[in-house]
């Protein structure tokens, strides 16, 4: 016969083994210091909401291996629609809801999928954009290689004071890949897009 405490306690340990959530950051400049200090990769959850991470995956459920390996081997950072900033960041993204996952330098885009995703494309995905050798020679969208990796947006408040930013980008289907880069941190001085 099973006593109430051993059942409490089994419960707990279960609770414990299965997270519901990985740890999310708020702050975009936050997150990506972080993953430059870890070397991680950066995974931004786009939603509304408090808890729109979970609304993000088909079912409304983050699945358990998911979380996990985003708990271990990422820095998340949701991003809020509901909130100015969080309009901003994701205006910046060119995306009202969705997740990006950058490579381990945070300034390449690896992976985007704008919408929900399912719980089995969520695990496989960050499994495998958290692999130790990956390099970003590409961005994954909707499970196909659609262009070269793009630069992951830099907010302004995080652009250094003296270096102007230029922005650019480029369109592929019915995306756009946003670049970023401050004058006068060009090889030899020659930017493709200075003014």
């Known amino acids: 016969m099973v006593s109430i405490s051993s059942l409490a306690a089994l419960v707990t340990l279960a609770t414990a083994a299965a ?5 999310f950051q708020s702050s975009y400049s936050r997150a990506v210091t ?3 200090e870890q070397q991680k990769p950066v995974a931004v959850f786009i939603g509304a909401g408090q808890a729109g991470y979970a609304n993000l995956v088909a079912d409304g ?3 358990v291996e998911a979380t996990k390996t985003l708990q271990s081997q990422y820095v998340c950072l949701y991003v ?3 909130t100015a900033d969080g309009q901003e960041l994701a205006g910046r993204f060119r ?3 969705g997740l990006v996952i950058s490579d381990r330098t945070g300034g390449l885009q690896a992976f985007r999928h704008n919408g929900t995703i399912t719980a089995a494309e969520l695990t496989n995905s960050v499994r495998t954009f958290a ?3 990956f390099v970003a020679n590409t961005t994954v969208q909707a499970g196909r290689v659609v262009a070269a990796p793009a630069a992951v947006p830099v907010p302004v408040t995080a652009v250094p004071v003296m270096a102007a930013p230029v922005y650019s ?5 019915n995306a756009y890949y946003p670049t970023f880069r401050p004058v006068g941190n060009c090889p030899n001085g020659r930017c493709p897009n200075a003014r």
């Open 131 to 133: 692999e130790p050798g």
């Open 80 to 82: 809020d629609t509901t």
């Open 34 to 36: 972080l993953a430059s």
């Open 169 to 173: 980008g480029s369109v592929l289907g």
């Open 95 to 97: 995306m009202s809801e």
């Open 19 to 23: 997270p519901t959530a990985p740890s």
């Open 61 to 63: 459920t983050m699945p």
